[in-house]
């Protein structure tokens, strides 16, 4: 995918570090974190107008406690079936209940990978039933979000360009109010190509979420360009960006001011998923193989180091 | 005032006359301190034509509105003089904690004049100034000046000096404060040595004033948290030292090698930061006011040595680019940099440089390629004045050019290039022809954009943008080093941050593209200086090899500097003339009607 330099600078020019800085899940999901680290980040969170801080949820009642303590105005979003969506509909749908109890504010799950992958190899009615299991899934946690929205994690690493098309479309169905990219622990993060497929693909109703390796601003305003390029959409109940590095991207946006030569066109296969399929299974990566072979850039890949 | 102390001090060596005049407001707002005071001192007292190390020549110590106030990372302050090295105006700063008490003594800038009529060193607390015999401390290193000079005055002073390296005049000599914190580059030592000054010890009482105490509170904590929070501040350095780098400049091809002949070394590992950290490290040290803590207390246990570093830079130059693998001797030429007040980056490169001469016949019986001991021996000759180290201590250029082959002299305007090669770093290439002391890293860090990702990652084999990327960079870069703070700091603080605390501290309304306009003034008036001095787009160039022959092997392989076409956009965007010079017009919008005048007058004619 390219993205030409000037549209990069047209975006750049409408954003603000205020405005981004509402757009961003401040993000911790490491599992060794310690209170004191909690802690910080709803601070953080608070100091920078950040929408939410993103927590797996054994967290979300210290956050809550903590946030409400403060009078802040700071969102809580908690992680489901967290980080491989592999776990039974029941158990995502009581992770979800008692995120809400405990004061969650946003749920981000993840869908049941494998089960979606079936969906789209099967035919016929073994096809429908793997999309009825899957949108149940993704349904059974919107009921018991009691009305927060749930924002989708595909995983895209793990799909191919159909996958993604078909997923979106389940959780659409299901009652999401986002589709979100990544978890952050699976073979790749957020990339445009992604993000536009995604977004090109739900209604305008719902969002779309970056999440997966953007750590300062010139790729979180790629991911705008690709998943929020209009003013009704850059809004944060239509676009977010999920990152344990928001700081960083709120104080790296100060730079974009200053000059505008940091918006040259990147080379394409450099923020291409088919450039990173090191991790991907085998038939999934053959697939982002192919493409990149009759990709019209192909010929970047002659020089490796681009 | 608040920030500034509003006074500059004077000592005529000459006549030994110590005067003082306030700093005017001109100096502060449009200059701030540090680097763009003294440039500003430079350029207005310096006439044209003046031997660097005649007692004509100034050498001015400078401080900061920031130093001393507890901002992060502002235990620094700057050296500016003219450079024996490259004829250029040049500036060197240094950390520790030197510069805050100089501060604390309540001068802004000292400017030194003349020459003492024998060894001399300078005490000065608070208003008192004395100028005393350094009969006793000459000839002796860095470590044991610092000690004698303390015993004289206050155990608790603080003492900038040169070594015998300085002493002799060696042109790549520096500056030593806290034992093992350098003003390292151009010669400045030289210059001290010139002036016949071994020391200068301070101690002070005077807290800067700080004009809005609870904004200041405010921005300093958004400046740490940015600190705190930005991979390379708040893992890297703290964790690895400089010395992180030296992997991951190998892994790209970028890591000068065989004195730039290569650009990847088989055995980085076994100088870098992480095996530092394994082998040699004793704790971690910071300057004033910083929670990087880049500073390494390593041992040597097998030469019952002790010491700091070694930092990045010595361990390309005494080991990649020497071709040496032996942390050891590394750390040990490091050591002896630091006693004998020698600038590690030239001295390691002007090491390689010779081993090139020597492999290919062009300097018989000297050093080879990969002999450990040869770097820590030639240290000692450099510094001791002895044999062969009385050839290398002119530096590369002068070396090479003396044995017939000016080629092999990895320099820029004489000043030895630091250890990133721009074959695969391609700003760089630009950011080293367009520095204004010659070959120099911090002018322009482009390495942290086009490598480390910060503020983003940029392409860095492409030239597209890069001369305006440098051009801010090289504007940003002055105004934080007139603050005074340390250049680490820019991973994680953007122009914002900087001018925020400078508001804060003294009560003037600074904006971040004032402080970008001021770092334009002082880089556009050190211009006018070397252009002045007859330099042009000649000496804005690049040592043959990074033009013509591309690296042999690595991830920057088959690549040469495209520097003409980045240089032209450069100079356009600069609105200077194609040779390189400030026009007239230039300088009048910046405020420089002086530097202007000058132009002007010397183009009319």
């Known amino acids: 995918m390219r993205i030409p330099s000037q549209s990069l600078r047209e975006v750049a020019v409408r954003l603000d570090e205020e405005q981004v800085a509402g757009l961003i899940d401040h993000t911790e999901l490491k599992p060794h974190v310690l209170k004191k680290k909690i802690r910080s980040l709803c601070d953080e969170a608070d100091i920078h107008g950040f929408a939410t801080v993103c927590l797996n949820s054994w967290w979300v009642r210290e956050a809550s406690q903590y946030l409400k303590s403060k009078s802040s105005r700071v969102g809580i979003a908690s992680v489901v079936g967290f980080p491989l969506g592999q776990m039974s509909t029941e158990s995502k749908a009581f992770e979800t209940s008692d995120a809400i109890v405990n004061g969650a504010t946003e749920i981000d799950m993840v869908i049941n990978v494998g089960t979606l992958r079936e969906m789209t190899t099967a035919s016929g009615d073994e096809s429908r039933r793997m999309r009825e299991l899957v949108r149940d899934d993704v349904g059974a946690v919107v009921k018991k979000a009691d009305g927060a929205p749930v924002k989708v994690i595909l995983e895209t690493g793990y799909l191919t360009d159909r996958e993604i098309v078909e997923a979106c479309r389940v959780c659409e169905e299901a009652g999401a109010a986002f589709v979100k990219t990544s978890t952050g622990f699976g073979p790749m993060g957020a990339y445009p190509a992604h993000l536009k497929l995604m977004r090109d693909t739900v209604d305008d109703r719902l969002g779309v979420k970056a999440a997966g390796g953007v750590t300062n601003f010139l790729e979180a305003i790629r991911c705008i360009y690709a998943a929020a390029n209009s003013p009704s959409l850059l809004r944060p109940d239509k676009f977010r960006l999920g990152t344990s590095n928001g700081i960083n991207i709120v104080n790296s946006l100060s730079w974009a001011k200053y000059d505008d030569s940091w918006f040259v066109e990147e080379v394409p296969c450099k923020i291409c998923p088919s450039n990173y399929v090191s991790k991907q299974p085998l038939e999934v990566q053959t697939v982002y193989v192919r493409k990149c072979r009759t990709c019209p850039d192909n010929a970047y890949r002659k020089f490796k180091d681009f | ?605």
């Open chain 2, 1 to 605: 005032m608040h920030g500034w102390m509003g006074k500059i001090l004077r000592i005529d060596l000459n006549k030994k006359k110590i005067s003082s005049r306030p700093l005017t407001n001109e100096q502060s707002e449009l200059f701030l301190g540090g680097r763009g005071l003294g440039v500003e001192i430079l350029f207005r007292e310096l006439p044209r034509g003046v031997n660097p190390l005649s007692p004509e020549n100034k050498l001015i110590f400078a401080a900061g509105p920031l130093t001393g106030t507890g901002a992060p990372t502002s235990g620094r302050y700057s050296v500016i003089t003219r450079s024996p090295l490259t004829g250029t105006i040049f500036d060197s700063n240094s950390g520790g904690h030197f510069g805050v008490q100089f501060k604390r003594t309540g001068w802004d800038a000292l400017i030194i004049e003349g020459r003492a009529e024998k060894p001399s060193y300078l005490w000065i607390r608070d208003n008192s100034v004395d100028i005393r015999s350094a009969d006793r401390i000459w000839g002796s290193n860095t470590h044991a000046t610092e000690d004698i000079v303390r015993s004289e005055t206050e155990k608790e002073a603080k003492v900038a000096c040169i070594g015998p390296a300085g002493e002799r005049q060696v042109l790549i000599s520096s500056i030593v404060n806290d034992k093992h914190r350098a003003a390292g580059r151009g010669g400045v030592g030289a210059v001290m040595g010139s002036k016949n000054l071994k020391a200068i010890a301070v101690l002070g009482s005077h807290e800067p004033s700080i004009a809005n105490r609870e904004e200041f509170t405010a921005a300093a904590r958004i400046s740490l948290e940015a600190i705190s929070k930005n991979p390379v501040t708040k893992d890297a350095l703290p964790n690895y030292g400089t010395a992180v780098l030296v992997n991951v400049i190998n892994e790209i091809g970028a890591l000068p090698t065989m004195n730039f002949q290569r650009g990847y070394f088989e055995d980085a590992d076994a100088i870098s930061g992480e095996t530092i950290r394994e082998r040699i490290l004793e704790k971690r040290v910071a300057c004033d006011a910083c929670t990087i803590a880049c500073g390494r207390a390593t041992k040597i246990p097998a030469r019952d040595r002790h010491g700091e570093g070694p930092e990045y830079e010595t361990v390309w130059s005494f080991g990649a680019a020497c071709g040496v693998r032996d942390l050891e001797a590394v750390a040990e030429a490091h050591y002896l940099c630091n006693e004998y007040g020698l600038d590690a980056i030239s001295t390691g490169s002007t090491i390689a440089c010779a081993m090139e001469l020597s492999e290919a016949g062009h300097l018989p019986g000297g050093p080879r390629f990969g002999d450990a001991e040869a770097i820590v021996d030639l240290v000692r000759l450099i510094g001791d004045g002895a044999g062969i180290g009385n050839e290398l201590a002119e530096g590369s250029l002068r070396l090479a050019e003396r044995h017939g082959h000016p080629e092999c002299s990895m320099s820029v305007k004489g000043l030895e290039m630091p250890g990133y090669d721009p074959r695969g770093i391609q700003g760089m290439g630009l950011a080293y022809a367009t520095s204004n002391r010659g070959a120099c890293h911090l002018r322009a860090y482009m390495t942290s954009a086009e490598v480390l990702g910060n503020p983003c990652l940029i392409d860095r084999f492409k030239t597209d943008g890069k001369a305006s990327l440098t051009i801010l960079l090289q504007n940003v870069s002055a105004a934080i080093d007139s603050l005074v703070l340390c250049r680490f700091s820019q991973f994680a603080m953007n122009p914002d941050h900087y001018a925020r605390l400078l508001r804060a501290v003294t009560n003037v309304s600074f904006m971040a593209r004032d402080l970008i306009s001021i770092g334009e003034r002082i880089y556009n008036l050190e211009r006018t200086f070397n252009a002045r001095e007859g330099f042009g787009r000649g000496e804005d160039s690049l040592p043959r090899r990074l033009l013509e022959t591309p690296l042999p092997e690595g991830h920057s392989k088959n690549i040469t500097v495209a520097l003409d076409p980045m240089l032209d956009e450069y100079y356009r965007l600069r609105g200077w003339t194609s040779n390189g010079v400030p026009t007239a017009s230039t300088l009048s919008e910046l405020k420089l009607y002086d530097a202007s005048k000058h132009i002007a007058e010397k183009y009319a004619v």
